[in-house]
């Protein structure tokens, strides 16, 4: 089986020699086989679970069993993609809180971290590509002012495809204080497109915002979260908490074996923990 | 004989009154004085002035309105007087003026949504100059001129309040223009175009919230706005916004290969060069559904070649690319749309000012009445 050409980034090839009926020459099939990736979290009480092993984890690929390879996440640099609503619905204050809270994330990063900055009211602007250079994405952050309707789906789907960088784990964190009125692409779309991503998408909302439907789905199929603040004045603390969280994620990988090819794959992800919660991306997308 | 004296002098007072044309009641001339002197458009002394009148007042004007020395030029003035006023004077004043309607009968119940930014933001009661000119719209004797001027000044002042995104008036005063003009190819174009409003999700999430507004459910929306767009076009083939929308009303019920018809139609009857963007977005879009993934594309493209620094179409194409598994290209593609200034919808992305319907053209709608005003009733 193949799964699609974006997703992963190990890769291992198993050769099938199968005898031809003619006995002049044999005939050589090829099929490549490609290791599927993903970000997981486990949690016991909210709080991540540490010093797992491929031992512990046990992932179903459409109900078959697979087994785990382990990646050492903490050699495995960051490529953090913030899309930002700057509509009118933005106060004042909340657009400063939200600077602020960028900057914490940003000034929490590791050397080999990078970060880029896109902000989003009906049009999506990106004010920084991804780069390892921290004060160049918060001197973007300044340029941005507050205005215009909201295309929170058009921004997530630039975001993700942003993030996505080989040799990173694509971390996207998306906030919003209100409901799309202005994006051209289809929430659907861009969900459909998220199952195949790598991507784990942290979706942050003020209040009980009308967004909230599109970034619970669009966090839950990525394995993120979505986190809910009452006010701006929490978003410092809870990007920080996310990047935090994210840190703690386990990168696991397995080869797919004994499934079919194309078509979805729905992936089930249990740990040997007690009252453990496990998140990860629902599934991916397998190529012909 | 003081007292006789004094019923000879009544009586005498009350024969000369009854002989002598019944002078024009102050209020009245005051308020022809003003409309007469009203420049359209303008938030001007007059407008002011008017605009400080109370509800007594103009309830009063109102029922002297129908009567000799008031004629319909005059009306006609005043109409335009009342919307400039509340669209420029008293813009966020509204309340309740009549509890009922000369001719009309009782105004429907107004569905309360004013959005900004997608947040509810107010309920939507009618404002009372809006009342009072649709009101005196009734009050014209001419029927060929009453249909003539209210075709006019219903599509000025519905195209204003799309504009400002005041769905809530807009849905009473479709209301009203619909039974004056039942069969208005614009009346019903509009009307289809705030069901397709009601559909989309900003209202949809306001009905959520507050399951007792009058907004309804997306799919009932969408089969209104069909119905309007679908008589609109009966009344009037080539109107291409009712059939691009009927288009895309089509493909959001998921019946594709009927928008397809709709918008290739469209194509061929836009009226600019903004149509024919919308009509291959919209043409993409229904392909992309169908699996017609070249053919979307190629929509896509034509759609970026009309406005180059659009981002719907290049958003749509990067998406394509990656449904392809390349997502190289799908960055590529999007490279030079998220670089692209934020400039104004109009000239950058008429997909942002979509929802605008008939407020995209409120500048000409404006023109037309005006000019109405002149030429009809001058």
Sequence with gaps: ?288 | MPLLALLFAWAAVLVTSAAMPQPVPLLLHRWMTAADAHAPGAADGQALEVGDWSKDQLLTILRQAGEPPTTDRAIARGAVLHLDIALLVRARESGDLFPAYPKAGPPPPSPSMLVLDGRNTGSGASSTHLEFARALLLKMTDPGLQAEFARRWYAASAAELALRRQFAELSVHLDHARRLLPDDPEVLVASGYLHEILAGPVAQAALRERPSILVGERRANLGEAQRYFQRALSKSPGLAEARLRLGRVLGLQGRHEHALVELRRALEDAEDRTQSYYAFLFLGRSAEALGRLDAARGDFERASVLFPLAQSPRLALSRLAIEGGDEREARRVLDGALDTPAVDGETSDPWWVYDRGPGRYADRARTRLHRALLEDTG
């Design chain 1, 1 to 288: 089986m193949r799964p699609h050409a974006g997703l992963p980034v190990m890769a291992a090839a198993c050769l099938l020699v199968i005898a031809g009926s003619a006995p002049a020459r044999q005939q050589t099939f090829t099929s490549r086989v490609e290791a599927v990736r993903l970000d997981v979290l486990v949690t016991v009480n909210g709080q991540p679970v540490r010093n797992l092993t491929a031992a512990d984890f046990e992932i179903r690929d459409t109900g078959v069993l697979q087994q785990v390879d382990l990646v050492s996440f903490e050699k495995i640099p960051l490529n953090v993609v913030l899309a930002l609503d700057m509509s009118d619905s933005l106060t004042d204050a909340g657009v400063t809180d939200l600077r602020q809270a960028a900057h914490g994330l940003l000034d929490a990063l590791i050397p080999g971290d990078r970060a880029g900055l896109i902000t989003f009211s009906h049009a999506v602007a990106r004010r920084s590509r991804p780069s390892s250079e921290v004060a160049v994405v918060k001197s973007a952050l300044e340029a941005a002012r507050a205005e215009g309707q909201t295309s929170l789906i058009d921004a997530s789907h630039a975001a993700m495809t942003m993030a996505v960088s080989p040799g990173a784990r694509g971390l996207v964190v998306v906030f919003s204080d209100g409901l799309d009125t202005s994006s051209w692409l289809a929430p659907d779309l861009v969900l459909a497109t998220a199952r195949r991503s790598e991507v784990v998408v942290y979706g942050v909302a003020v209040g009980r915002s009308g967004g909230d439907d599109f970034l619970a789905d669009l966090s839950d199929v990525t394995g993120g979260r979505l986190l809910r603040v009452r006010s701006t004045d929490a978003l410092r603390s809870t990007f920080l908490r996310i990047l935090e969280e994210f840190r703690h994620r386990y990168l696991v990988s397995f080869t797919p074996r004994g499934v079919p090819g194309a078509g979805w794959h729905r992936l089930q992800v249990r740990v040997k923990v007690r009252n453990a919660r496990v998140r990860a991306r629902a599934g991916y997308t397998g190529g012909s």
